[in-house]
């Protein structure tokens, strides 16, 4: 995806999150972000379902209600990243930076976060049944 479309998309994104009825919800399934610097973007209830985001910054984004289904963040930087109740089925987290990163009530089914680094992550109410968490960093983050 070339840097102009994916700003397009951002701004129309941005204009539909602060009123419905005008600007589109981002769709950006099956695109190639490859190495986007994605900081502190709003992609709360997007579409980036089968997205290639490998080595991507999406550090301080957010992602909240987002539809990350299969797509691939390996060594994505999503360190403070907001993820709450986001869709992450069966998606590629291998090798990424969750640490400080919000995923309360998240859909990890079936992901692959082996490798994946998630010291600090806030993770009540997320479900990880079926989730790779091999050689994983899983300092969880638990407040009452």
Known sequence: MTKDKLEK??????VWLNDNSNGACANLRGANLSGADLRYVDLK?????????????????????????????ID???????????DLRSADLNGADFSRADLRSADLNGAN??????????LRGADLSGANLTVGNVNRKIEN
């Open 45 to 73: 209830s997007a579409n980036l379902s089968g997205a290639n985001l490998t080595d991507a910054d999406l550090r301080r984004a957010n992602l909240s209600g987002a539809n990350l289904r299969y797509a691939n963040l």
């Open 113 to 122: 976060l082996s490798g994946a680094d998630l010291s600090g992550a806030d």
């Open 9 to 14: 998309v951002l701004k129309d994104h941005l």
């Open 76 to 86: 994505a930087d999503l360190n403070g990243a907001d993820f709450r109740g986001a």
